[in-house]
């Protein structure tokens, strides 16, 4: 017999903010580098090709007294349904007892996580006099992407959003993705800073100092030749074999950190990179908590190309999971049932 | 957004019969028969060694509609705070939509369908005029095992329960054992029966038709001449590596049966028989599904002795955590909270 707290999406919307998230983020990477955070094996099941499948990440977590997975469903034929396509639900368990501790929505945990995640490596990697962020994809993460470096680095002061397949769409969706931002900002960042549509993504490219790629693309977006010296790339799409935002040669010169060293050469930006024979996997610095901790240095000159390559892990769901769960407690949020 | 259903030990032991769970561990079996049944890879992580770990099992059972996992962690300091040492938590989703159906205690369904097992493993193989059970161990498992057997066989009417480590421990058990098998049969069988006390294993073993082993045993409990011809044992208690409750010759002479084949084995009675050189793993007639459906013969003569290992899998513990859904729903019973 145990309680056991439920939250929905709707609940960590309200309790959650995107400042916890990147301290949580943060932590999960730091975890992982010290050994205090561990992964278990990743369980993938496919339905049928292409229209339903799931995956079970899962971990544990020492230093934040947690264990737990999350299981992610993907149905395409949802939408014709009425429904979303991406069911995401987190368990978190008490390290010190087994004891179940709370069941959560992952949506909402999912969106923050992922944004935090582009935005820490630009925090470690970027030039600390990086103005000028360039967002390229216009998809539900573009806000949690452009709130998330507003808040990790006061410097930026302007952002542009660029939809590479479709190039009018940033405009239309400009109005959407700068009331998202303010509402993920939450009055959390005080300097003033300017969210603008750009048409040209090479223009875009050449003038931007931190560039975050959050496409479904399976083929590079953004050439080698368009990028000028010290630019950083947070690379938060490609997250399953064959998916690639940049140009492979990008990598190939660039000083490139990941979140999990297996899953960026098999599933990340780095993989299609190391296929085309662009990048060798010992090329890679290393993971971005070793950065974080201090064990490895991060951008060693001004005109360094920085790359880091996100594929998300599980212990970024179950710490931020963790801290929605005692942002709820603290405001008496949430269902709490018997089990 | 969705409605998640949360059903806790109590509310599942309130609803769910052993008659469902025997109907949904043979389902489960036949599903796995069949192909519509499918187990995903096992998760097991060590804490620290003989004090805590845990385990993830799941999968998928497409003629339920359903796909899930249950968490079981095992923390062997928990008593010491006035905790059970064990918490089992059971998801569930429906596998046309990805939607999270429910979260279980898995407690109570374990208990059920693990006392199912051993009773399915019976009236498949034990000869259709057996009258009498032994019972060997007078843990939690005992009132399961004789409820589900005295449901599932009509036939036995006489049940004796001994306790081999400490002979004594039955008799002072039989009583809170006899309540709880009232309790699980829940006027569920008309036919009478008596339960009884044994000391003596050996004398115990050479009068009974069916015996089912649960105890944690990593020594053989019952030698091989104590057997009488067309004994069938349904063992329960072996489900890790080194565990063992029947003499390696026993399993050399019968016909075996298991719940699935690559877990019997490794962590199964099959598995320290096979080590002892007693059994060849091509000797292991098939799985228990096979056998229900039709696909390979059961007992082929009165004499033989018959042997069902049952290890556990995931998609017993599906099957009947959804029935226990189905039955919670019609009474209106468990929390329904917003996902």
Chains 1, 2 share one sequence.
């Not at 806000?143 to 952002?159: F, K, S």
Request: charged share 25%; net charge negative.
């Amino acid at each position: 017999m145990s309680e056991v707290l439920i939250l929905s999406q709707e609940t960590i919307g309200r309790v959650l903010t995107m400042s916890d998230a990147i301290r949580g983020v943060e932590e999960a990477y730091c975890q992982k580098s010290t050994g205090a955070g561990c992964l278990f094996p990743l369980i993938c099941h496919v339905f049928e090709p292409e229209r339903a499948d799931l995956d079970i990440k899962s971990g544990h977590l020492a230093r934040s007294g947690i264990y737990g997975l999350k299981m992610v469903s993907w149905f395409g034929d949802n939408e014709k349904k009425g429904l979303p396509a991406l069911f995401g639900t987190t368990l978190l368990f008490d390290d010190s007892t087994g004891v179940p501790v709370a069941l959560l929505n992952a949506g909402a945990v999912t969106g923050m996580r992922t944004g935090a995640a582009g935005a820490v490596g630009a925090k470690y990697l970027a030039r600390r006099d990086s103005r000028r962020m360039l967002m390229v994809g216009t998809g539900a993460q573009a806000p949690y992407q452009i709130a998330a470096v507003l808040l990790a680095m006061p410097g930026i002061d302007t952002v542009e959003l660029c939809s590479p397949r479709s190039p009018s769409r940033a405009a239309d969706r400009l109005d959407a993705i700068r009331q998202a931002v303010e509402e993920l900002l939450n009055g959390g960042r005080a300097e003033p800073y300017i969210i603008a549509a750009a048409e040209n993504l090479e223009e875009a490219v050449g003038r931007s100092d931190v560039i975050v790629t959050a496409t479904p693309s399976h083929q590079p977006l953004i050439r080698r030749e368009w990028v000028r010296p010290g630019t950083h790339f947070s690379c938060v799409g490609a997250d399953m074999a064959g998916k690639q935002e940049l140009d492979g040669a990008i990598l190939g010169d660039a000083r490139i950190f990941v979140d999990d060293l297996t899953q960026a050469v098999s599933v990340g930006e780095c993989e299609m990179a190391i296929r085309q024979g662009h990048l060798g996997p010992e090329e890679i610095a290393g993971e971005i908590g070793d950065l974080i901790e201090g064990a490895l240095p991060g951008r060693t000159d001004r005109e360094e190309v920085t790359v880091f390559d996100s594929t998300g892990i599980a212990l970024q769901d179950l710490v931020v999971s963790k801290v929605a769960v005692e942002r709820a407690k603290e405001r008496r949020l949430g269902v709490t049932a018997e089990l």
